[in-house]
């Protein structure tokens, strides 16, 4: 497996306390050695040192490239963990020069005092090519000015598609035949949504596959980056502690969580088409549940990975309506600014819409290893906290022979915010009682690794394309079997217009989710408290 990573953190720690080093040559060396580093993997993951790099973010002028994009390549700039003698290009309609564009993206930056002159570097190396998506004159355009910076046809070509999907037909087209890298590679990082269902994702796989190779396509899926969902497969394969329990002889249910403690903030009109369960629980959630419930790979081959998370998909069946629960924020009269508000009253959402923004479901995987354990996955906006983590919870004790005391284990994976694991167990409580409490086996990270910087998912997965590792995205059969386990449901739940349940802004969601994963087999005590004051 490609280190990259580990050295990013690492480099990062030392960019968090470069104002204790002499001086910034001694921080250049530092950058240099770890690059020698990076380019000395061996096992073919990592970037090309020899020829240059070129860089498009198609759509520039839009919200993702200014709020995601460009910081994230300032970032890895920054850093010095990219190839040398890397160009980065905006490509968008808006006709506007580098400076415009640096404006739009300024207030995103995070610049430090010490980083501005590295700053002004990072803005001498972009360019801003204007033009239409639907013209081929443009591309012409595009792909001249990137030839500029490629007098031997050597370079490496990387497009980043930050565009609605209703222009990816046309932008495709004209990169394969006006942009593509002469003996150089050429990459293509694609995001969501990949359709709205299997039809429309497979038009869209067959027009993108007839286009590009698989190993040229990098769909993104920003939660396969985030440090603690690929720490799954060293916390399951590297433990002997927890490998073989993790089945359906110890295990009771997993639940799978995300919430957010925001409505849709006008972004309304294109959450509406979507819908919670396409936004967040048939991507980012199914990717975090194939890394729980897959066999092990035969080695840590993206192929191998993606392989084993395909068979897991394939043994689950599509979900039906009597697997889910459907939830709609109303507003909180007693709440604060946007807490007052609910999803019809964005002016954005089309009028009574029943688009769920809250959904929760029961999953089952029919195989050896999980049979009658049930998978629960659940999302919502405008909940009472962010969170983000994966629940396991063991079965009861059998025989029991503290008279109904003992509660079920707990290992919590927490994603966000503050990445952590831990277990739930229970300990005889300390003193002369021979009683009983729950307490924890804590790994909390802030703790345990103080003054790490975890790198951004965007950051992590950008340079995994530099590498060329697939490892961290979305294969297509991948997301042919997403949506085939998904689209059923979302028919039917279009067709048949049903009502989601009205939960209050800010609450935890419509309380019939509790009743479902109390009958799903997921026990609630409420009587678990965290001491947090060792800290
Ligand atoms: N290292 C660390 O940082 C640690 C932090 N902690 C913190 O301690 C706190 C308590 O720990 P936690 O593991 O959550 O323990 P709990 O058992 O108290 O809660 C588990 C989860 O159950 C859900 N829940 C709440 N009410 C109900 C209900 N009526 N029916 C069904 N489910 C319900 C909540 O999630 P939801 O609302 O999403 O359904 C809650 O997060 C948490 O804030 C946790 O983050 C604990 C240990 C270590
Ligand atoms: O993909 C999406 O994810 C974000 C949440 O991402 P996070 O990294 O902040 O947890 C979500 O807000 C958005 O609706 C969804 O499209």
């Not at 290893?369 to 009861?396: M, P, S, T």
Request: hydrophobic share 35%.
């Amino acid at each position: 497996m490609s280190n990259v990573s580990q050295k990013l953190t690492l480099l990062n720690q030392m960019h968090k306390s470069s104002p204790s080093l002499n001086t910034q040559r001694t921080l250049d060396l530092i950058r240099d050695d770890l690059t020698s580093n990076i380019m000395a993997d061996t096992e073919g993951t990592c970037w090309d040192s020899q020829n240059p790099h070129l860089f498009t973010v198609m759509g520039a002028s839009g919200d993702l490239a200014k709020k995601k994009i460009y910081p994230t390549l300032w970032w890895l700039y920054r850093d010095g963990l990219l190839p040398p003698n890397t160009t980065f290009f905006g490509y968008a309609r808006t006709k506007m020069t580098v400076n415009e564009l640096r404006e739009r993206c300024d207030p995103h930056m995070k610049v430090k005092n010490e980083e501005k002159e590295r700053y002004e570097l990072f803005w001498k190396i972009n360019y801003y090519v204007a033009g239409s998506y639907t013209e081929r004159r443009d591309f012409e355009l595009l792909n001249k000015e990137l030839s500029n910076f490629d007098n031997l046809s050597r370079a490496n070509r990387l497009f980043y598609l930050a565009l609605p999907p209703s222009v990816f037909d046309t932008v495709t087209v004209h990169i394969r035949n006006t942009c593509m890298a002469n003996k150089g590679w050429t990459r293509v990082i694609v995001e969501k949504p990949f359709g709205k269902d299997s039809a429309s994702s497979k038009v869209l796989s067959d027009h993108l596959s007839s286009l590009f190779a698989e190993d040229q396509l990098y769909r993104i899926d920003h939660y396969l980056g985030k440090e603690m969902v690929q720490n799954l497969m060293t916390i399951r394969f590297g433990n002997q502690l927890f490998n073989p329990t993790w089945n359906r002889q110890n295990i009771a249910s997993i639940m799978i969580t995300f919430k957010e403690p925001f409505g849709t903030q006008g972004r309304g009109g294109y959450f509406d088409e979507f819908g919670i369960i396409r936004d967040v629980m048939q991507n980012h959630l199914l990717q975090i549940l194939s890394l729980v419930a897959m066999e092990k790979p035969a080695s840590v081959h993206p192929d191998d990975i993606r392989n084993e998370k395909v068979k897991v998909l394939k043994c689950i069946q599509p979900i039906t309506l009597n697997d889910v629960v459907l939830g709609q924020y109303i507003g909180n009269p007693e709440g604060e600014g946007d807490e007052k508000f609910g999803y019809l009253d964005d002016k954005t959402v089309p009028e009574g819409s029943n688009t769920p923004t809250f959904a929760m479901a029961v999953m089952r995987i029919n195989n050896e290893r999980w049979d009658g354990v049930n998978f629960i996955l659940k999302c919502g906006k405008a909940l009472n906290e962010r969170k983000a983590e994966v629940r396991i919870q063991y079965h009861d004790v059998a025989g029991d022979i503290f008279g109904g005391k003992t509660k079920r284990n707990e290992l919590v994976i927490r994603v966000q915010p503050g990445e952590a694991l831990y277990i739930k167990m229970m300990t005889k409580t300390p003193g002369i009682t021979f009683d009983m409490e729950e307490t924890e086996l804590d790994l909390t990270y802030q703790h345990r690794y103080q003054g790490v910087v975890l790198p951004d998912a965007y950051e992590r997965l950008i340079l995994d394309v530099f590498c060329g590792s697939q490892m961290h995205f979305v294969r297509s059969d991948e997301l042919s079997e997403a949506w085939r386990i998904f689209t059923p449901l979302l028919h039917t739940i279009e067709r048949e217009k049903i009502e989601p349940i009205k939960y209050v802004y800010g609450s935890r969601g419509p309380i019939e989710a509790d009743n479902k994963s109390d009958a799903a087999n997921f026990k609630f005590y409420g009587s678990y408290k965290w001491h947090k004051s060792h800290f």
